[in-house]
């Protein structure tokens, strides 16, 4: 049912789906209490949700994951079909399910503007609210509850072979089937076998009867057969390889342990006077463009990705896992950063919408890391000097441009032509700051011996 349009600007239009009325008018009623937020439309199955969309443009989907025709998953199916009808869309999942499969199935193509929440959490704090400011401009907001679901996978109920918890191990990790049949030299079919095998020996150690159990196991293993062709795995839904790091090392929540990094700090010039102008659907579009390309660019040198906040991106290179050489590719995303967003600024102006020019702030030294949790929000955070100053370099980046702590400088490899600048003051320091501001990216050829490299690298740091 769509309704009355009434919004006024920066206001975020929100249409929400779910067959049950009480639960439907429920939400609804938490929607309500904010005047940031409106509800344009309401919808109780696949069909209603997919018109009532196109016909309210909402900034935000919030739908039930059951509805009808079949109630089995129609709400991610829908989801889906709006967000491939009108990108930009954001989408908020309520679910009675905790099951990490559903999770993994939403957010298989990528999880920026997408939230999932445990219908029996919503009503705690602003869980749900939260959840959509976040997606409404391309973050992400999943339940804690979920989270912990994916970072500590299935595990055995019952008493399995040695062979069997490996093979469980590389399964719960997401490995590719085709992965795990190269590292074990078998057939991919074999492993496929062997794997439905060990689900089904773990199921007959659930309660008798329980089907729900059984189910829940084979939607677990056709979500990691998906997640093999879709090139997925439960990893991208946190932070690099953060679960990973926390299956192995065994942290806790607050944990804290000091690195050694570089970190990338990344912002919009002008973005409030080109949000000031934008449709907000059509600004979400632009972000959701824009922050997957610095991802590509990031993940591409092995960065994880810290933060999406706003316009700003947060990234870091030497953690969670140390890389020796995480300056060296804390530049080179960089070079990338600026170069896949100007390829995408060509093809926004031929389409009449506004360009996004990047000032980025590089800088290198110790951190404290921790995964920090509460109840709403669980994330991997990084805190220190280096990141301060990273924020405050990137303030002296104009558009297109990029400035390195001489810390960074120091702890290139790699040959990059840069420029001194003066050295100033910055805000939340006592002594000024020397900067390197970076006028062109030349690379080591490849194919050069690694003296060579290290002959090039002396040069640099005696210059």
Excluded at 215 to 235: C, F, K, N, P, T
Excluded at 236 to 264: D, F, N, Q, S, Y
Excluded at 285 to 298: D, E, F, K, S
Excluded at 383 to 411: I, K, M, P, Y
Aim: hydrophobic fraction near 45%; proline fraction near 4%; charge should be negative.
């Amino acid at each position: 049912m769509v309704e009355h349009d009434d919004t006024h600007a920066g206001t975020i239009k929100v249409f929400l789906a779910d067959d049950n009325l009480i639960v439907r008018e429920g939400v609804r009623a938490l929607i309500d209490r904010h005047p940031d937020l409106t509800v344009v439309g309401v919808a109780a199955d696949y069909d209603e949700t997919v018109a009532g969309a196109a016909a309210t443009e909402p900034h935000v989907l919030v739908t039930d994951i059951r509805m009808p025709p079949s109630f089995n998953r129609e709400g991610i199916d829908a989801a889906k079909e709006v967000r491939k009808r009108h990108p930009g869309t954001g989408v908020v999942i309520l679910s009675q399910y905790d099951d990490p499969e559903y999770a993994v199935s939403l957010l298989a193509e990528g999880s920026a503007g997408y939230g999932y929440l445990l219908k029996d959490h919503i009503a705690e704090g602003n869980q749900l609210i939260d959840a959509i400011r976040v997606v409404a401009t391309g973050g992400t907001a999943l339940d804690p509850a979920i989270v912990e679901a994916l970072v500590r996978p299935v595990t055995s109920k019952g008493e399995l072979a040695p062979s069997e918890e490996a093979l469980l191990s590389l399964v719960a990790e997401g490995k590719p089937i085709k992965a795990i049949a190269a590292q074990r030299g078998l057939p991919p079919e074999a492993v496929d076998a062997e794997v439905e095998a060990v689900f089904l020996k773990l199921a007959q150690g659930v309660s008798a009867g329980n089907q729900g159990a059984l189910h829940r196991l084979r939607l677990l293993h056709q979500a990691i057969v998906d997640r093999e062709e879709q090139g997925e795995s439960l990893s991208r839904l946190l932070p690099g390889r953060l679960a990973e790091k926390l299956r192995l090392e065994g942290r806790h929540i607050g944990e804290t342990e000091r690195v050694e990094v570089t970190v990338v700090m990344s912002d919009i010039r002008s973005y409030s006077s080109i949000a000031e102008h934008a449709d907000p659907s059509q600004l979400a579009g632009q972000l959701n463009t824009h922050r997957a390309a610095m991802n590509q660019a990031i993940l591409g040198e092995e960065g994880t990705v810290m933060q999406f906040v706003g316009d700003a991106v947060m990234a870091v290179f030497g953690a969670p896992f140390p890389q020796i050489d995480h300056a060296d590719r804390a530049v080179a995303a960089a070079e990338s950063m600026h170069a896949l967003q100007a390829a995408i600024n060509e093809r926004w102006l031929v389409e009449g919408l506004p360009a996004f020019g990047l000032g980025l702030g590089l800088s290198t030294g110790i951190a404290a890391a921790a995964l920090l949790g509460s109840e709403e929000r669980l994330e991997y955070t990084l805190v220190g000097d280096t990141v301060n100053l990273s924020q405050r370099l990137q303030q002296l980046a104009s558009s297109g441009e990029t400035v390195l702590s001489e810390a960074t400088v120091r702890a290139m490899t790699c040959e990059v032509s840069t420029v001194k600048l003066d050295e100033q003051l910055v805000k939340g320091r006592d002594t000024p700051v020397v900067a390197y501001k970076v006028l062109s990216f030349v690379h080591v050829a490849p194919g050069l011996d690694t003296d060579v490299n290290q002959q090039v690298a002396n040069e640099r740091q005696e210059s």
